[in-house]
């Protein structure tokens, strides 16, 4: 396995268009999670995923965006009508869960750098 | 809620001297705390973290950060500096010991002159 995998790297789309990012997380990994960041920012938590489950989302997570993840394998993002404050990077990352390990760590993908024009 | 802060959002040091990255946490809760790296174009790497065993912790890299509640921070040192190390760095807060939802400081970016 090669960690966490997302698709496409960089998006250029323009305002109002609909766009959709993948990830793969690690493949045993049952939680996912997706994170915004913005230019000189640290990341800031969406949404996360228990198995298929959507356990949480974020006051950021307007009704413009949709999360996913149907089978508790892959997730996808999907932000509708984006705006020029959308642009971002978008990550996301995975972990193994037990509900009671304290020696979890999250895997982070390498990111989908949105830039809405 | 918890968060961090992070002082000085840009460091500077040279190559072989020591690096000291600053995070001080709130939170209302026994916090876990996280340091992450993030090279340009990539994601984040973690380094090491915090959950509530030993109070100074070791990390990849020839990092390390020690859990001073009385400071509530979180500082991460390095003995010497390496190119290698120039990098954003990010510490992290989860109040919970498991992998959930992490609030990021606002990063440091690590300049490593020669």
């Known amino acids: 396995d090669t960690g966490v995998s997302q698709d496409p790297r960089h998006k250029i789309t323009k305002r109002g268009q609909n766009v959709t990012f993948r990830c793969d997380p690690i493949s045993e990994h049952n939680r996912l999670y997706w994170y915004r960041q913005t230019l000189g920012q640290g990341p800031e938590f969406l949404t996360y995923f228990q198995n298929e489950a959507q356990l949480e989302k974020s006051r950021l997570l307007s009704d413009r965006f949709s999360a996913e993840r149907p089978k508790g394998s892959f997730s996808t993002l999907e932000i509708q009508r984006t705006e020029q404050g959308d642009s971002a990077m978008y990550l996301c990352?995975?972990?193994?869960?037990?509900?009671?390990?304290?020696?979890?760590?999250?895997?982070f993908g390498q990111g989908t750098r949105l830039t809405v024009v | 809620a918890q968060s961090v802060t992070q002082l000085g959002s840009h460091v500077s040091v040279s190559e072989g001297a020591l690096v000291l990255l600053r995070c001080n946490y709130s939170?209302?809760?026994?916090?876990?705390l996280f340091w992450y790296v993030q090279y340009p174009n990539q994601g984040l790497q973690l380094l090491l973290k915090?959950?509530?065993?030993?109070?100074l912790v070791k990390g990849i890299n020839g990092f390390e950060a020690e859990f001073k509640k009385s400071e509530t921070s979180f500082h991460l040192t390095k003995p010497s500096a390496h190119m290698s190390d120039a990098a954003e760095y990010f510490c992290a807060v989860s109040i919970s010991g498991t992998a959930s939802k992490l609030t990021f400081g606002t990063g440091t970016r690590l300049q490593v002159t020669l």
């Open positions: 915090y959950t509530s065993a030993a109070t």
């Open positions: 939170s209302s809760v026994p916090p876990y």
């Open positions: 990352a995975s972990s193994f869960d037990r509900g009671t390990s304290m020696n979890t760590e999250a895997f």
